[in-house]
């Protein structure tokens, strides 16, 4: 495992709080930032730690202020993003043959000149959206086209997910609502307006079988979703307490970080498969940590220093060996005896009738609070009998990276002390051998895995093979939880109009399915 920081200022001083690769083309880097900046990077990543970075394109003219996220769909033909102007843009490369001058009204062209300066093409009616370039920017080698704005939040948007099938989009705002948006259509087919705090992360099953919802008032909110339409029917779970059978304790213990911690994000994702939801943002008392787990992974394995992380220590990297080899395994380090509060992540199995409770926790010990989980898309061999694929994802606190698969408890790998500031995000390439990290210090980090540490090269036909368990998931009668709780839901459709949208051409398997479960 390499750790490297190139000493470059992607968005010049300005933090960079998003970050998402290609999944299609894994040299392919795309970053967002302040002043509506989002920018498009070629990235190669040899076995040497220093990447080599070339500057492709800036997508200007739209976000008029800070964006907080940036995703790809998954054929990396479209680029959704959402800024704190409270405004969705969804960016597709333009055509060889488009020209600089558009009478369409409702697509911006960036463009070319010969004067090698860049400017947003628009119209009369949308004069506000022209920022034009930096002075400092390259020549951008690429036009991209933006769709008109996706509008239905009243604050800024801060986390994105895309369906598997590139058809549903959904949102999450300051203005404590989730929007699930039909890309195709441009129509907002539902709005969840239940949340009491900020929506800080969002997550769509990959079978469509419901989403995920973090917010700020200590809630994980599960909602049953209609696979044929993306309808979204009731909130069947709300999460909030954690009671383990062995502590007689009538109310249990909240499970999450509450308001005033200093998080901007609670990103959450599902594994690739769908077969278990991995949620940031946790935060247990270490009494009731260590009765959940049954004192089974609490072992003291180590010996670690208790000392405040000084922002100037040198960074700390680790790739733990299954042999034994490496002693030093962070997340069962020895709590410090004046904390309470140990910061973790949960994992939820999304089948079967325990959805409520964790299927395990991930403790963090001497560290910060969880902020994001990013989940790589790709299958890979098993290391284990306890299932027949290896799933890899990562746990983003405000400080670390600490790397897990789906069946362990203890992370495989970790890096600490990479960044000045917060970090803010983090994505896989398809292949798993790349991790990029955004900090708000304006860096980025790189950390790349051998097919060694990965426990062998990602299986060629892991879209195949999930594409085959979402038809077989889906076509066989399916029952519906017991709701929880009631939740408020509008459907609502969007007035028609003539913007040009977004032409996703992926075949809907869920269609397909639904259509042979009919049969």
């Given at each position: 495992?390499?750790?490297?920081?190139?000493?470059?200022?992607?968005?010049?001083?300005?933090?960079?709080?998003?970050?998402?690769?290609?999944?299609?083309?894994?040299?392919?880097?795309?970053?967002?930032g302040?002043?509506?900046?989002?920018?498009?990077?070629?990235?190669?990543?040899?076995?040497?730690?220093q990447?080599?970075?070339?500057?492709?394109?800036?997508?200007?003219?739209a976000?008029?202020?800070?964006?907080?996220?940036?995703?790809?769909?998954?054929?990396?033909t479209?680029?959704?993003?959402?800024?704190?102007?409270?405004?969705?843009?969804?960016?597709?490369?333009?055509?060889?043959?488009?020209?600089?001058?558009?009478?369409?009204?409702?697509?911006?062209?960036?463009t070319?000149?010969?004067?090698?300066?860049?400017?947003?093409?628009?119209t009369?009616?949308?004069?506000?959206?022209?920022?034009?370039?930096d002075?400092?920017?390259?020549?951008?080698?690429?036009?991209?086209?933006?769709?008109?704005?996706?509008?239905?939040?009243?604050?800024?948007?801060?986390?994105?997910?895309?369906?598997?099938?590139?058809?549903?989009?959904i949102?999450?705002?300051?203005?404590?609502?989730?929007?699930?948006w039909?890309?195709?259509?441009?129509?907002?087919?539902?709005?969840?307006?239940?949340?009491?705090?900020?929506?800080?992360?969002?997550?769509?099953?990959?079978?469509?079988?419901?989403?995920?919802?973090?917010?700020?008032?200590?809630?994980?909110?599960?909602?049953?979703?209609?696979?044929?339409?993306?309808?979204?029917?009731r909130?069947?779970?709300?999460?909030?307490?954690?009671?383990?059978a062995?502590?007689?304790?009538?109310?249990g213990?909240?499970?999450?970080?509450?308001?005033t911690?200093?998080?901007?994000?609670?990103?959450?994702?599902?594994?690739?498969?769908?077969?278990?939801l991995?949620?940031?943002?946790?935060?247990?008392?270490?009494?009731?940590?260590?009765?959940?787990?049954?004192e089974?992974?609490?072992?003291?394995?180590e010996?670690?220093?208790?000392?405040?992380?000084?922002?100037?220590?040198?960074?700390?990297?680790?790739?733990?060996?299954e042999?034994g080899?490496?002693?030093?395994?962070?997340?069962?380090?020895?709590?410090?005896?004046?904390?309470?509060?140990?910061?973790?992540?949960?994992?939820?199995?999304?089948?079967?009738p325990?959805?409520?409770?964790?299927?395990?926790?991930?403790?963090?010990?001497?560290?910060?609070?969880?902020?994001?989980?990013s989940?790589?898309?790709?299958?890979?061999?098993?290391?284990s009998?306890?299932?027949?694929?290896?799933?890899?994802?990562?746990l983003?606190?405000?400080?670390?990276l600490?790397?897990?698969?789906?069946?362990?408890?203890?992370?495989?790998?970790?890096?600490?002390?990479?960044?000045?500031?917060?970090?803010?995000?983090?994505?896989?390439?398809h292949?798993?051998?790349?991790?990029?990290?955004?900090?708000?210090?304006?860096?980025?980090?790189?950390?790349?895995?051998?097919?060694?540490?990965l426990?062998?090269?990602?299986l060629?036909?892991?879209?195949?093979i999930?594409?085959?368990?979402?038809?077989?998931?889906?076509?066989?009668?399916?029952?519906?939880?017991?709701?929880a709780?009631?939740?408020?839901?509008?459907?609502?459709?969007s007035?028609?109009?003539?913007?040009?949208?977004?032409?996703?051409?992926?075949?809907n398997?869920?269609?397909?399915?639904?259509?042979q479960?009919?049969?």
């Open positions: 495992m390499n750790v490297c920081t190139p000493n470059i200022s992607w968005h010049g001083c300005d933090p960079v709080y998003s970050c998402a690769i290609n999944p299609v083309d894994s040299k392919r880097l795309a970053t967002a302040m002043r509506g900046s989002i920018y498009l990077w070629d990235i190669d990543c040899p076995s040497a730690q990447p080599l970075i070339t500057f492709i394109s800036s997508l200007a003219g976000h008029l202020e800070s964006v907080n996220c940036i995703r790809w769909n998954s054929k990396g479209h680029l959704a993003s959402g800024s704190d102007d409270s405004n969705i843009f969804i960016w597709t490369k333009a055509p060889v043959a488009t020209t600089a001058t558009s009478s369409d009204s409702n697509v911006t062209v960036v070319k000149t010969n004067q090698a300066t860049t400017t947003a093409t628009t009369a009616n949308d004069n506000d959206n022209v920022l034009g370039w002075k400092d920017i390259p020549e951008s080698k690429e036009r991209w086209l933006k769709s008109l704005p996706y509008k239905s939040h009243l604050e800024p948007v801060l986390d994105l997910a895309w369906s598997r099938d590139d058809q549903l989009l949102s999450g705002s300051v203005d404590k609502k989730v929007v699930v039909n890309v195709n259509k441009r129509e907002k087919i539902s709005i969840l307006d239940d949340p009491k705090g900020f929506v800080q992360g969002v997550a769509i099953h990959p079978w469509r079988k419901h989403i995920a919802v973090m917010s700020t008032d200590r809630s994980l909110r599960i909602y049953a979703m209609k696979a044929e339409t993306g309808s979204v029917s909130c069947v779970y709300n999460i909030r307490k954690i009671k383990p062995n502590i007689k304790q009538e109310n213990a909240l499970m999450f970080i509450d308001e911690s200093m998080t901007f994000f609670r990103r959450c994702a599902y594994l690739p498969d769908g077969s278990q991995i949620v940031s943002g946790g935060c247990l008392d270490k009494a009731f940590l260590d009765a959940y787990n049954n089974e992974n609490v072992e003291q394995k010996e670690e220093t208790t000392k405040p992380t000084n922002e100037f220590d040198e960074p700390e990297t680790q790739l733990i060996q042999n080899n490496t002693e030093e395994k962070p997340s069962t380090a020895p709590l410090p005896a004046k904390l309470i509060d140990v910061n973790c992540a949960y994992t939820f199995a999304t089948s079967g325990k959805f409520d409770r964790p299927l395990s926790i991930l403790p963090i010990m001497n560290d910060q609070e969880v902020i994001a989980i989940v790589c898309p790709s299958l890979f061999p098993s290391t009998s306890a299932a027949p694929y290896r799933m890899l994802f990562a983003i606190t405000k400080t670390s600490f790397f897990y698969d789906q069946v362990s408890l203890e992370p495989f790998a970790y890096a600490r002390r990479i960044h000045l500031l917060s970090l803010t995000d983090g994505c896989w390439s292949d798993g051998r790349l991790f990029v990290a955004s900090s708000e210090d304006g860096y980025v980090t790189f950390v790349t895995f051998t097919d060694q540490c426990g062998g090269p990602c060629p036909d892991s879209d195949k999930l594409d085959e368990m979402m038809i077989n998931a889906l076509t066989p009668p399916t029952s519906t939880a017991s709701p709780t009631t939740a408020t839901v509008s459907s609502v459709t007035s028609s109009s003539s913007s040009v949208t977004p032409s996703l051409t992926t075949p398997l869920i269609t397909m399915a639904m259509q479960k009919k049969k």
